[in-house]
């Protein structure tokens, strides 16, 4: 059982170009969120998802875009990528409404420098 | 500003002794959950606290949940070097089901 799997695991950008990092879940879960993760900041919020066609915004969610077209899939999208944007990004997915949607279950993580 | 407040931010200390982390808050939660982090990996769960006063243990692991569903503890009793990690501590109130995080506290266990 896979859980959450994220890629890539490391990547170098330069400042402006864009890039996707892509997390799937084969747990059926219906929450999905993303967050990034800075020295002595904890966990940031930046988007989440409640289900398939369903994204709301998080605690810092500017210069980044999401979409969630099936459950298993929550890509999370650098439009032009900034130097603040360095950091260590985790995918993670929770269960229902009804059930544990308050757990939840990470990736490995990304870690993204931007030069 | 910072929903959930975790102290100490780093603990340094030699095998044998015993510890506590704590996690509060000005918010009420339904529940609260504590989490795991080892370096180059994801968080991992360890527990989740529900009824305020709850306590639950998880063989060295103690946690407790404030009566008013506030705060909560982790006291670790004879810390091991395989307890080095980053403890976090994480909720959801105000009616969302998307859990936000404390800062962390940096354990480390020297042998």
């Known amino acids: 059982n896979a859980g959450v799997t994220q890629t890539p695991k490391f990547q170098v950008l330069k400042t402006g170009q864009s890039m996707t990092l892509q997390c799937a879940q084969d747990?059926?879960?219906?929450?999905m969120s993303w967050y990034r993760q800075d020295p002595g900041m904890g966990l940031r919020l930046i988007h989440y998802?409640?289900?398939?066609?369903?994204?709301d915004q998080g605690e810092v969610p500017n210069g980044y875009n999401v979409s969630r077209s099936t459950t298993e899939d929550f890509p999370l999208r650098l439009l032009s990528a900034a130097p603040s944007q360095t950091s260590v990004y985790f995918c993670?997915?929770?269960?229902?409404?009804?059930?544990?949607?308050?757990?939840?279950?990470f990736g490995a993580g990304s870690r993204l420098t931007v030069l | 500003t910072q929903l959930l407040e975790q102290s100490p931010q780093f603990l340094s200390i030699q095998e044998g002794e015993n510890l506590t982390v704590y996690c509060n808050s000005s918010?009420?939660?339904?529940?609260l959950q504590w989490y795991r982090q080892e370096p180059g990996e994801g968080p991992v769960l360890l527990v989740t606290?529900?009824?305020?006063?709850e306590v639950k243990k998880l063989k060295r692991l103690t946690f407790q949940f404030g009566d008013a569903r506030k705060d909560s503890s982790l006291h670790i009793t004879a810390a091991q070097p395989g307890d080095t990690g980053l403890y976090l501590c994480?909720?959801?109130?105000?009616?969302?089901?998307?859990?936000?995080f404390g800062r962390g506290t940096s354990l480390i266990v020297h042998p």
């Open positions: 918010s009420v939660f339904s529940s």
């Open positions: 998802s409640v289900g398939a066609g369903i994204t």
């Open positions: 993670a997915s929770s269960g229902t409404r009804l059930s544990g949607a308050n757990v939840l279950t």
């Open positions: 994480a909720g959801a109130s105000g009616g969302s089901y998307i859990p936000t």
């Open positions: 606290v529900v009824t305020g006063g």
């Open positions: 747990m059926n879960h219906e929450y």
